[in-house]
């Protein structure tokens, strides 16, 4: 079945970097695109990025553009996202996600499965 | 970016009651909706995609309506097991954006 484990969340300073990964089990990764979505403590959900089946098209929230960055490794069936500068408000639970359609690349598409998440705390 | 806003944002309801959640987006998003639910420390599980098909493995209470900038969510006989937050997404464009979420509590 499909599974996606999400790893590397922590408590990190302000300012600090932290790379977080998703791994993939259970389908053809390298068909699928992936999304990360984050939620606050108590808060509803926002989406942050999109990496295409091949890498080749990547979107972003306006809200980590140039802070964030998306990548795969389809040799490994794993999505990482490089979060740099952090801030008091990236503190959330990160979740990756596959998307529902295959060879998709415009990045308008749903997720039919997202991992567990893993939690990231910016705090001094 | 394209706004989803859901109500009720609260909603209190008892075992076997029918349910109506409803989310309106801030333009037209053809049927590019889906819905989620959520419970407490659990990713979100997708119910519906395109408005109105169900996710293979969701229960048939289930189902999802509208088009356009209208859409609802309807669980026929709600189960103990649906106590949860719902959540609608479209996906009419990026940002792919969510709506602020509906919880469906114990009466």
């Known amino acids: 079945q499909v599974q996606l484990v999400e790893s590397g969340g922590g408590v990190v300073q302000p300012g600090r970097p932290l790379k977080v990964s998703c791994v993939a089990s259970g389908f053809i990764f390298s068909n699928y695109g992936i999304q990360w979505v984050r939620q606050a403590p108590g808060k509803g959900l926002e989406w942050l990025a999109v990496?295409?089946?091949?890498?080749?098209?990547?979107y972003y929230a306006d809200s980590v553009k140039g802070r964030f960055t998306i990548s795969r490794d389809n040799s490994n069936n794993t999505v990482s996202l490089q979060m740099n500068n952090l801030r008091p408000e990236d503190t959330a639970m990160y979740y990756c996600?596959?998307?529902?359609?295959?060879?998709?690349?415009?990045?308008?598409?749903?997720?039919?499965?997202w991992g567990q998440g893993i939690l990231v705390t910016v705090s001094s | 970016d394209i706004q989803m806003t859901q109500s009720p944002s609260t909603l209190s309801a008892s075992v076997g009651d029918r349910v109506t959640i409803t989310c309106r987006a801030s333009?037209?998003?053809?049927?590019?909706l889906a819905w989620y639910q959520q419970k407490p420390g659990k990713a979100p599980k997708l119910l519906i995609y395109?408005?109105?098909s169900l996710q293979s493995g969701v229960p048939s209470r289930f189902s999802g309506t509208g088009s356009g900038t209208d859409f609802t969510l309807t669980i026929s006989g709600l189960q103990l097991d649906d106590f949860a937050t719902y959540y609608c997404q479209h996906y009419d464009g990026l940002p792919v954006t969510f709506g602020g979420g509906t919880k469906v509590e114990i009466k």
């Open positions: 996600g596959k998307d529902i359609y295959p060879y998709h690349t415009n990045g308008w598409t749903t997720v039919d499965s």
């Open positions: 990496i295409s089946y091949d890498g080749d098209d990547i």
């Open positions: 395109k408005a109105s």
């Open positions: 333009q037209s998003i053809d049927s590019w």
